[in-house]
């Protein structure tokens, strides 16, 4: 039975993973730690009875905490990815799964199926680890994306931040500083990817798992990678005024995979006047010399574009490969969009980050050396100031 609130988790922007990891309200643990044998076997029928008993358990289950919500969401989603892995439409093959996919989505203000949280981050580790396959490779994939999670959670809180932010204030460039160092977990995660979880074993192997499934007659993908919401960084920094439709369209629909507060984060920012366009537009206002805070603004911001470029150029580098005509199996990433739209982001955030760059060149060069200069009063200045008016 399923009893809880959804209005509390509206401004919770992260959960307590432990807590939600030693969760197993339905009672699982042991025979999900069968689900790599039976997907290796193609057990279908084996697949379609473990779905019953967990429906069964969520009946008579108590699910009247977030975390055992989480849990159980985390535990049915996995059987419902390996069936669809072996071409069974899992609601199909067991109709009594819709009402409580569609009540744990509701009952936790997220979609009615599993997300890339349940899959990594409220995954247990060790023993009880959930996985399609078991294979070190796919335990490897899972813990690259819980390394991540804290950093990008800590990087929307630094976004929110920096977007009450004068260009001309003197935490600028160390804030933006902040948002650098949380990003560097993404590149560290698709280093250590590249380096251990072979291109064929994630196209032909695990990527089958991440197929979407059908509920309440809608289509929701997979727990993909590409729900980690480095698109959120994204909108703040460059997205919200300077992206192009493709990707605008992708981050509008990846958005629905996330944790509500996350959601919120989306609404809040998407119409903001983004971080690039602020300082470009603070330089161009400027009659004189740029003043200090503002020229280390335009390099701090020029550092965070490459680090997503960096990030970006070498996660294509494994798509490609992954995707490549001679190995893929499909045409669309698991977050329901091909390479191709790698290429436009990559394309997009090297456009931005020369921008910056021209434009935090010209400033230095205009610029005599100049200590900080404190313009942090009420945490506002108005943009189009005049430079080197802030005192
Ligand atoms: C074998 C490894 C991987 C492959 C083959 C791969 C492939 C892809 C593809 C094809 C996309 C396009 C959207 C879609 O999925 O439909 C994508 C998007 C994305 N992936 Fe991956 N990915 C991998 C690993 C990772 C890892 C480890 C991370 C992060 C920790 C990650 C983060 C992202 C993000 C944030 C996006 C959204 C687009 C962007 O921000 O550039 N991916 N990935």
């Known amino acids: 039975m399923i009893s809880l609130d ?8 992260y959960f307590n993973v432990e807590a939600i990891r030693a969760q ?5 643990d042991l025979r999900l730690s069968s689900l790599p044998a039976m997907n290796a076997a193609k057990d279908t029928d084996g697949l379609v009875r473990l779905l019953q008993y967990l429906v069964q358990q969520t009946r008579e289950s108590h699910i009247d905490t977030s975390e055992k919500a989480f849990a159980a969401m985390r535990d049915i989603g996995i059987v419902l990815g390996s069936l669809k892995r072996h071409g069974v439409e899992p609601v199909q093959a067991v109709p009594e799964v819709e009402q409580p996919l569609v009540d744990l989505g509701a009952a936790t203000n997220m979609i ?9 981050s409220w995954n247990p580790v060790g023993a009880r680890r959930r996985s399609y396959t078991g294979e070190p490779q796919e335990i490897w994939l899972q813990d690259a994306v819980v390394r991540v999670f804290p950093s990008l959670s800590a990087s929307l809180a630094i976004s929110d931040v920096l977007s009450t932010m004068s260009p001309h204030d003197v935490r600028f460039a160390p804030t933006v500083g902040m948002l650098h160092e949380s990003g560097r977990t993404m590149v560290d ?18 990527r089958p798992y991440f197929e979407d499934v059908v509920v309440r007659g809608e289509r929701y993908l997979g727990p993909a990678a590409a729900q980690a919401p480095l698109w959120l960084v994204d909108l703040c920094v460059w997205a919200s005024d300077r992206n192009q439709a493709d990707y605008k369209t992708f981050l509008v629909e990846s958005v629905h995979y996330s944790l509500p507060s996350w959601r919120a984060f989306y609404q809040r920012h998407c119409h903001d006047v983004s971080l690039v366009t602020k300082v470009t537009e603070a330089l161009d206002a400027c009659t004189g010399e740029p003043d200090g805070n503002l020229v280390r603004s335009a390099t701090s911001l020029t550092e965070l574009m490459t680090l997503l470029k960096v990030f970006r150029g070498r996660h294509i580098g494994i798509a490609r490969k992954a995707y490549a005509e001679e190995v893929a199996l499909y045409a669309h990433g698991s977050g329901g969009a091909p390479v191709a739209l790698l290429r436009k982001i990559l394309d997009l955030t090297r456009e931005n980050e020369h921008l910056m760059r021209e434009r935090a060149n010209g400033a230095r060069r205009g610029q005599a050396t100049q200590a900080p200069t404190v313009t942090h009063e009420g945490g506002r200045r108005e943009e189009g100031v005049a430079c080197g008016e802030a005192a």
């Open 6 to 13: 959804a209005s509390c988790f509206h401004e919770k922007c």
């Open 24 to 28: 197993d309200p339905l009672n699982a």
């Open 112 to 120: 009615p199926r599993d997300t890339v949280h349940h899959y990594t």
């Open 189 to 206: 995660a698709i280093d250590s990817v590249t380096e251990r979880v072979s291109p064929v074993f994630f196209a032909q192997v695990l």
